[in-house]
């Protein structure tokens, strides 16, 4: 198979002539920034979308949908000399030879046979470079080789590509390439090294075969690596054909392997309007947290973010995020913390949810979250409570002819394979069987940078519905912003090659737009149908042993959603600190696709209603109750959609919705332009304990103010507002804000719900004080890093307590308040009368009040209980 380089470009920026060559090859030393600017065309259908097949490809391979993305990007046609239907067919045939082996002698025999593996390894053995290899690695590099990925060794596919690849080449490219080999090969002193391997591209090897290891047991469903690069070629093949889109018409019906497809807007649970349904299917999901687990895909690289260590410079994961005061990891485990206390409330009862973390190696990604956990003691749940487990990376290809991007020798570009994989791997490691042994029946799924996921009732109501009908998976939705880069939820009907038709809900990406007729653009005159669709957030609940099906499926339908996304250049840095930009992507699967394997399927063609007899279903909120993520780095003059800034004012829009039915007066958040000119009206951070149903957080809070630049953070869960004033900083922190830690039987610290909980009291009372600098420009407010000139601050350690009555309290002050005591403060002749008093023995673990919860219908009630 020919493979030839670009034309040479000479960059007027650079005074350096650069030759532009395959990113994949490897000559690294002429390398240099180059995007292509061909774009693909995309297809529009009517509403309704009806894809009538007229015919099957005899080359459709597929059980699962396949995806890729069809949305216009910078491409470059491929060589003339690469034909993708040859090499396909190649690949094919090589991965059914191999699956017919048994053992791994037979695997090395067979791949042996392969031509590109016969001249690449014709002088090598067991001994490559001076490195002795196991017959699983020499399999492994193998694979690399016949994939037609000889690059990734560097100057070991110098004979390869001075043999079979250099017939596109003309004989000035020749002399360079083989030039720039030679400079590669030399080692600092100036001279040649041969064939040896330095340290580092020792190590480098051992991490190339860890990779492959992992890509070919991981992928095994679909070939492992040689079904890996077939897939990709497959997918780019579909892509791309001539440099035009293709039929989606016949395409799709054939992926889907089906005679017709049309798609309907849901029919969605509006929470919002079904006021008492949702209140009860929220309390179906809190009783049901005993059989609930949390699962939490977070092995993404978050590269939107640039997120950097400011003292190191190392990029981190989304995971470690400072929002609000703290990571978003440890935001998403408050919210669940509120969610057990509350069951704690109304039942009396310990209930700690196991919690599954899907990592990944990208940015140290699985260290960094293993190491949080541990420096907050696993969060007072145990060890035993959490498993984390480590997704593979996969390589980067070239969106030219799907070579992979190599950085320098044995070193390929590597990121995660989508949160789609964490069916398989779940499976793989155990995780499906560890939930079961926890006595887990569904579970709840939310993406680490949606900050607003657990708001109010909108996953409790996902749960519960999900397990009181006994669906298989479930969606959280919500009105879709126009333009956003986020898919929609559609109702898919089908009619089967075999005359039955299917139904169910799924998912559409928005880099799939295109392919089935929907504009992704602002509404315009002749309509869009992105409108008639709820978003999907990746909210979901899934049961668990119906997950477990598909994950031990050994299938392709165990890698849900299979997309080749090329529509952002992917950006690395060589060995010689240059920076290169090319248009490619990586096979990635999406998480939420697993429900097109939960389709139910009728004789006959069904109409309205076929949603209620769904193994699947979807619960719509107001956006702000079910997502608003904070994933991507704001830029100047940008929007603020998602972005953490654009996160904080929905928390804001919240906290005025809460607060503003309490009876107090408080100012309505503005437009978002407001916010870039002059940040948020005000800060207010309430712990999800508080409620988390509103209604609960509610009946906490009564009557009073918030003036316009105000503060107000409360962090404890037993608390009492009523005729509060505020103008200015009020902050109460405290350590045990919905209980105290034990030491268990296992040495662990376990949190104890409602035992030695801190509480505060304010009642008639008037806060006054400067607060807020709001001219600085040191403040991040998303961060909750701001300057102030005063404030009032109430801290309390362990079950303190503290009660203000009756009283004006003015200007800079700090109530530090003991562990073990209670402080009172009230107006005395000549200012503040503060009183400490030890609490009673007898009242330590109880407090000397507390809110008492009683469900009375559909709702909960709060009564004030004093000791």
């Given at each position: ?52 097949l ?7 391979l597929?059980a ?16 003339p ?13 090589l ?10 002698v ?21 001994d ?26 560097g ?13 596109g080449?003309?004989?000035i ?62 997918l780019?093949a ?16 054939m ?26 299917a ?60 509350l ?9 700690i ?16 979250i293993t ?7 696993w969060?007072?749940?145990?060890r ?7 997704q ?7 969106a ?39 006595g887990?029946?569904?579970?709840t ?30 969606f ?25 038709w ?5 998912c559409?990406e ?6 089935f ?6 509404l ?31 299938s ?23 920076k ?7 096979l990635?699967?999406t ?31 107001e ?31 919240n ?7 309490c009876?107090?007066?408080i ?21 999800p ?8 957080t ?13 503060e107000l953070?409360?962090?404890?869960a037993?608390?009492?507002w ?7 900083s ?6 045990n ?6 030491i268990?039987?296992?040495?662990e ?48 350690h362990?079950n303190?307590?503290f ?8 200007g800079?002050?700090?109530?530090n ?26 009242l ?24």
């Open positions: 198979m020919a493979r030839t380089s670009s034309t040479p470009v000479l960059h007027h920026n650079n005074p350096l002539f650069t030759l532009n060559s395959k990113p994949s090859h490897s000559l690294f030393f002429f390398k240099s920034s180059f995007l292509y600017s061909n774009s693909l065309s995309s297809s529009n259908f009517s509403p309704p979308i009806q894809l009538h007229l015919k099957q490809s005899r080359n459709s597929c699962p949908i396949a995806r890729v993305s069809t949305a216009p990007v910078e491409y470059a046609p491929p060589a000399e690469f034909d993708f239907d040859k090499e396909i067919a190649r690949l094919r045939a991965r059914e030879a191999l699956a017919s082996c048994g053992t791994l037979e695997k090395l025999r067979t791949i042996d046979s392969d031509s590109r593996v016969k001249s690449f390894f014709k002088s090598w053995r067991n490559f470079g001076g490195v002795s290899l196991s017959d699983c690695d020499l399999y492994l590099l193998k694979c690399v080789v016949a994939a037609g990925q000889e690059h990734v060794l100057e070991f596919g110098a004979e390869l590509a001075n043999g079979e690849i250099e017939i080449r003309s004989y490219k020749n002399a360079l390439y083989a030039l720039a080999e030679m400079i590669e090969s030399w080692d600092v002193d100036g001279g040649s090294r041969g064939h040896g391997l330095k340290d580092e591209e020792k190590a480098a090897l051992k991490s190339l075969l860890k990779m492959l290891g992992e890509l070919e047991q991981f992928y095994d469903c679909i070939g492992g690596i040689i079904g890996y690069q077939a897939t990709v070629l497959e780019l579909q892509s791309t054909h001539e440099g035009q889109t293709i039929n989606w018409s016949e395409q799709a019906g992926l889907l392997k089906c005679q017709f497809v049309e798609i309907h807007s849901p029919s969605v649970l509006d929470l919002s309007e079904d006021i008492e349904y949702a209140s009860q929220a309390l179906w999901g809190i009783e049901g947290l005993p059989v609930l687990g949390e699962i939490y895909p977070l092995g993404g690289s978050a590269d939107r973010l640039g997120l950097v260590d400011p003292e190191t410079g190392e990029c981190l994961p989304a995971a470690m995020l400072p929002y609000c005061g703290r990571t978003l990891l440890e935001g998403l485990i408050r919210d669940l913390q509120a969610r057990e206390f069951y704690f409330k109304l039942y009396g009862e310990q209930c949810t196991p919690v599954a973390i899907m990592t990944s190696s990208a940015k140290n990604n699985h260290g960094h190491y949080l956990c541990e420096r907050f003691g969060f007072g749940r145990g035993s409570s959490f498993q984390i487990f480590e593979p990376l996969v390589p980067a290809v070239t030219e002819d799907g070579q992979w991007v190599v950085t320098r020798p044995f070193e390929p570009v590597c990121k995660p394979g989508g949160h789609g994989v964490i069916w398989k791997l779940a499976h793989d490691k155990g995780v499906f069987k560890w939930f079961q042994s926890h887990r029946k569904g579970a799924v939310r993406q680490i940078s949606n900050v607003v996921a657990a708001t109010d009732l909108t996953l409790l109501a996902l749960a519960g519905i999900g397990l009181r009908q006994g669906k298989k998976l479930g959280a939705s919500c009105k879709r912003n126009s333009g956003a880069t986020e898919g929609i939820n559609v109702l898919l009907e089908k009619k089967n090659l075999d005359g039955n299917a139904y169910g809900l799924s559409i928005y880099t799939e737009f295109d392919k007729g929907i504009t992704a653009g602002p315009s005159p002749s309509g869009s149908l992105q409108a008639d669709f709820p978003a999907n957030t990746n909210i979901l609940y899934v049961d668990l042993p119906s997950a477990e099906l598909i994950g031990s499926s050994k392709e339908s165990s890698l849900p959603g299979m997309v080749l996304n090329v529509k952002k250049p992917i950006t690395y840095m060589d060995q010689f600190g240059m290169h930009c090319v248009s490619g992507g990586r990635e699967c998480m939420q696709n697993i429900a097109d394997n939960f389709a139910n399927t009728y004789s006959s063609r069904c109409h309205k209603g076929v949603e209620d007899g769904l193994d699947t279903f979807i619960v719509y909120n956006r702000r109750k079910v997502t608003s993520s904070a994933k991507k780095r704001r830029r100047h003059g940008k929007s603020l959609h998602q972005t953490p800034d654009g996160s904080l004012l929905d928390i804001m829009r906290a005025y919705d809460i607060l503003s039915h009876e107090i007066t100012p309505k958040v503005q437009g978002n332009e407001e916010y870039v000119n002059s940040g948020p009206p005000y800060l207010i951070l309430l712990h304990a508080l409620g988390p149903l509103w209604e609960v509610r009946q906490k809070f009564r009557c009073g103010s918030i003036a316009m630049g105000s953070q409360i962090e404890v037993e608390f009492l009523r005729n509060v004033q505020l103008d200015g009020l902050l109460v922190l405290a350590e804000a919905v209980g105290s830690i034990e268990n039987e296992n040495g610290p376990i949190i104890q719900y409602g035992r030695r909980c801190a509480r505060c009291k304010l009642e008639n009372v008037k806060i006054l004080n400067n607060g807020i600098d709001w001219s600085s420009r040191d403040n991040v407010y998303w961060k909750h890093d701001v300057q102030r000139f005063e404030a009032l601050k109430v801290i309390l362990g303190a307590e009660e203000a009555t009756d009283v004006v309290i003015q800079n002050y700090v109530f308040v003991p562990d073990g005591h209670k402080m009172q403060v009230t107006s005395g002749i000549s200012g503040l009368d503060v009183q400490l008093k030890p609490i009673e023995e007898d330590m673990d109880s407090g000397t009040w507390f809110w008492n919860y009683k469900i009375r219908g559909t709702h909960i009630e709060l009564e004030l209980i004093e000791l």
